[in-house]
DNA sequence: ATCGCCACCGTTTTT
DNA sequence: CGGTGGCGAT
């Protein structure tokens, strides 16, 4: 088995080695403090690092360093948070090295635990037989339970699938019970408290019957293993001689502990983070792991790279001002020997139309002065804020890829396809066999549900799909279904000659169902088959679409084309000019984010959007945005820009040289100071009901404890600093996390 | 009872 | 764009 990405697919053929990226690996670039943390060979390493500051370029010195000390490729596990990273970073070493590096282990937690689990698994009962659910597919099973259990129209309000999910994972990645999660996070949804849970309990059920895992379950079941097994783990862990975790402040308490069970036998982790560009909370990220690291792994050396090599000082001292504002003070102020530079600019537009005219031609500007488009980015805060600029960059004809919001993967059309193969490569997938006989004219849920019984109990599920009594209306339809299946069940074909076969079949249906927009979709097989064709394992491809799905279809296939990017996608890139649009309250920040730590959230996703600039940055927002009633509203400036010095940016805007604006913008700042205002407020009456809680250490076992929503309990353990476990009366034992619950001390 | 079609609504962020 | 609810057809 491949194992250096986790995952069958080969290592790819980097065609573009220019020769600058050969010169800015020259060694004598690396400052003291990287030295430090290249050479350094035993023993568990933090470095704390700001943004552009060299992490990528530390990591992969070390690899090669690594390797020239001897140290064999496949001992070396380098975690990184998308597999894009780990691609490029080994592409990178293997500039610096030879192709050695390629068989260095890389790639995603997620992927790593796939692998892993699918080997060892069985130590806990698993046969290596699972699909992996993707996020869609978990929500579709919310979806089916939500009406099989009578859910639907409960209640006007009822939380949606998503939101469920999200809920759902959260509790787990935070080793939190659900009941407390929901009481402390989404209190407001405290009527459906018991449907939740019920959901939640059909979810799990469901996912054991069915032969499927979520994300998360593969994380947790693999560290289950760690735990449990004691073979398992020192097979691991000493093969792992050393461990490289980049974006370390984006894992959650499940990735922290498999890092330290896998480091078991050889203790050199090395995690490189930046607190100040922790953005994935929602789904369960804590940066205080990084705080937590010095602790867990006693004499670590930790690092701090300060100095920034990306920016200039203007783009700098803007994105300091950004991350100044924060509550929680942080550690790093960075400084840069970048020289000049020009401040930022930020333009008022009088809407998302003017906006994306703005950004346009300002593109088309840059473009003929000679910067490539690839040099230059938009971002911004939610997938759709970009569909106005879209159409604009469409009809001027300027290409563009658009990263992150809805994926290849999640079209209905690529999901029927990816259906058929998920069944050959797990014939108990009634989700994905659900699926492909809803595709059948004449059959809806009720037909499929009933064949759906008697394929569950079959040994042969394809024996028993051509022996199904069919009503004469769609007989010819499952024959026709099951004699295909069959025909490419062959193990002796290519993943990419089953999909011709497949295709053959899909079409007729294709053109039934999507019949209005079938050519627009059948780009997208064209795109999904040059994908398939890299792969000669299917299950690897099954796997992959799961775990990392390609990107939606690129509008004009060039290589120079403008990146359009959520911040979250953007994350650990870099480009000399960058936009960022949509700046107006209630799109940046989203109007959702609550006052405190969602807020500084938000905060910081806005820093890593500003610090992925270079050269030039551009921040542009709408005066007036159209809400959900279709009514339009006038919308100010950002709060995290109104309050940071005006003199730190340029400003322009057709209306901002006229006396009437001025006095807009004014009201703007004050409305969002306001709010602020609201929220100081309210954080500290919360602190002070709060103070004597916030730490468990004043907690013993014994001490009556009274919980809002649990009612009265009794502390039985102090399980951490900040958590621990109360039996309560009349709802039994929880873990509660201080941090989140509001417990008070009865006296 | 079940399926197919049409019109309408509301969009956080994702390995 | 995708999910949903209503209604007519089978």
């Not at 279809?553 to 936009?579: M, N, P, Q």
């Amino acid at each position: 088995m491949q194992e250096s990405l986790f995952s069958g697919k080969p290592f790819p053929v980097q065609d573009h080695r220019d020769t600058e990226n050969k010169r800015s690996f020259n060694r004598q670039d690396l400052n003291r403090p990287q030295s430090e943390a290249v050479t350094h060979l035993d023993g568990p390493m933090l470095v704390v690092a700001g943004a552009g500051s060299g992490k990528t370029r530390t990591l992969v010195y070390r690899v090669a360093y690594l390797l020239e000390q001897g140290i064999l490729p496949e001992n070396i596990l380098l975690l990184t948070f998308t597999r894009r990273a780990a691609q490029e970073m080994l592409w990178r070493a293997s500039i610096l090295l030879d192709e050695s590096c390629q068989d260095v282990a890389g790639g995603t937690f997620h992927a790593m635990a796939n692998m892993l689990l699918r080997r060892y698994g069985y130590h806990i009962g698993y046969t290596p037989n699972f699909t992996i659910l993707d996020r869609s597919d978990a929500e579709g099973i919310i979806n089916i339970l939500k009406s099989s259990l009578s859910l639907a129209g409960a209640g006007k309000r009822f939380p949606t699938k998503r939101i469920i999910i999200n809920m759902i994972s959260k509790a787990v990645n935070r080793s939190l019970d659900l009941e407390s999660l929901l009481y402390d996070e989404y209190g407001h949804l405290e009527e459906f408290l018991d449907d939740i849970i019920l959901l939640r309990d059909h979810y799990e059920k469901f996912k054991f019957e069915h032969g499927l895992m979520d994300y998360d379950d593969l994380l947790v079941n693999f560290k289950r293993v760690l735990k449990e097994n004691i073979q398992v783990r020192q097979e691991v862990s000493q093969r792992f001689q050393y461990i490289m975790v980049d974006e370390y402040q984006d894992t959650n308490a499940i990735q922290a502990e498999i890092v330290r069970l896998m480091a078991a036998t050889h203790n050199n982790v090395m995690a490189v983070g930046d607190d100040s560009q922790s953005i994935y909370s929602f789904r369960g990220a804590d940066f205080r792991n990084i705080m937590d690291f010095p602790r867990i792994y006693p004499n670590t050396r930790i690092i701090k790279l300060e100095e920034n090599y990306r920016s200039t000082q203007p783009i700098l001292s803007m994105t300091n001002a950004i991350i100044e504002g924060a509550d929680e003070k942080y550690t790093k102020t960075l400084f840069t020997n970048v020289e000049g530079g020009s401040r930022p600019e930020l333009y008022s537009a009088a809407d998302a139309g003017e906006e994306a005219v703005y950004i346009a031609e300002r593109i088309e500007e840059l473009r003929k002065d000679g910067l490539p488009l690839k040099e230059m980015a938009v971002l911004f805060r939610s997938g759709f804020h970009s569909y106005k600029l879209e159409i604009e960059l469409a009809s001027r004809g300027i290409p563009f890829e658009k990263r992150g919001g809805l994926k290849l993967t999640e079209s209905a059309h690529i999901k029927d396809i990816i259906s058929y193969f998920r069944i050959l490569v797990n014939e108990q997938d009634h989700l994905s066999w659900n699926r492909i006989l809803l595709l059948l004219d004449k059959v809806g849920p009720k037909t499929a549900d009933k064949i759906l019984v008697v394929l569950k109990s079959a040994d042969n599920p394809l024996g028993a799909l051509v022996a199904y009594p069919a009503a004469p209306g769609w007989r010819k339809g499952l024959m026709e279904l099951g004699a295909v299946l069959q025909l490419i069940k062959d193990p002796a074909l290519a993943p990419v000659d089953q999909f011709e076969i497949l295709i053959d079949y899909y079409q007729p249906i294709f053109e039934r169902i999507y019949y209005d927009d079938y050519p627009k979709r059948s780009r997208d097989i064209e795109q999904l088959k040059t994908i398939i064709a890299e792969y000669d394992s299917l299950a690897a491809f099954v796997d992959d679409t799961a775990l990392e799905p390609p990107e939606a279809a690129v509008i004009e296939d060039t290589a120079d084309r403008l990146i359009l990017s959520t911040v979250h996608s953007a994350k650990g890139l870099e480009w000399d000019t960058v936009f960022i649009i949509s700046l107006a309250e209630g799109k940046f920040p989203v109007s959702q984010a609550l006052p405190g730590e969602q807020w500084e959230e938000e905060r910081r996703l806005l820093y890593v959007a500003a610090t992925r600039a270079k050269r030039r940055l551009y921040m542009t927002y709408p005066r007036e945005v159209m809400s959900a009633d279709r009514q339009f509203s006038r919308a100010p400036l950002s709060p995290f820009l109104a309050e940071i010095s005006p003199g730190l940016y340029v400003s322009s805007g057709r209306a901002l040289g006229q006396m009437g604006s001025f006095g807009e913008s004014r009201s703007g700042y004050s409305y969002s100071a306001s709010r602020r205002g609201g929220r100081s407020l309210s954080a500290a009456s919360l602190n002070q009901s709060n103070a004597l809680l916030r730490n468990a250490s004043i907690l013993s076992k014994g001490q009556a404890v009274q919980h809002p929503f649990f009612g009265r309990g009794t502390i039985d353990k102090v399980t951490g600093e900040r958590t621990v476990e109360v039996v309560f009366d009349r709802h039994g034992r929880k873990t509660l996390h201080l941090d989140y619950a509001k417990l008070e001390i009865v006296k």
